[in-house]
């Protein structure tokens, strides 16, 4: 069974810059190169929005709310996925999700963290 910790939440100013970490266990570092990876978040009485993914290819998304400020990267040596947050706004708060898909497509995901809380403050 695939496991997905994330790290790297917290309360931070706006402009600020957050890390997040998804650490996957429960699979293979080849089997995890294969996997669509992504970033999801939920605020407060909204949806859940995909915010970033990437696939096994390295083809990554951006939501256009993010694009230009996040950057999702992957580490397939350590099985881990990351998010790199710059210029935080009281908007980007939210529940950071990270997530797999065992296939090419991103467009859903079979296996989900806890969550991460992302707290902006103005």
């Known amino acids: 069974q695939v496991r997905l910790v994330e790290s790297g939440g917290g309360s931070v100013q706006a402009g600020g810059s957050l890390r997040l970490s998804c650490a996957a266990s429960?699979?293979?570092?080849?089997?995890?190169?294969?996997?669509?990876m992504g970033w999801l978040r939920q605020a407060p009485g909204k949806e859940r929005e995909r915010v970033a993914s990437i696939n096994r290819d390295g083809i990554t998304y951006y939501s256009d709310t993010v694009k230009g400020q996040f950057t999702i990267s992957r580490d397939n040596a350590k099985n881990t996925l990351y998010l790199q947050m710059n210029s935080l706004k009281p908007e980007d708060t939210a529940m950071y999700f990270c997530?797999?898909?065992?296939?090419?497509?991103?467009?859903?995901?079979?296996?989900w963290g806890q969550g991460t809380l992302v707290t902006v403050s103005s």
């Open positions: 997530a797999a898909e065992p296939t090419r497509s991103c467009s859903a995901f079979t296996y």
């Open positions: 429960g699979v293979s570092g080849y089997i995890y190169s294969r996997y669509c």
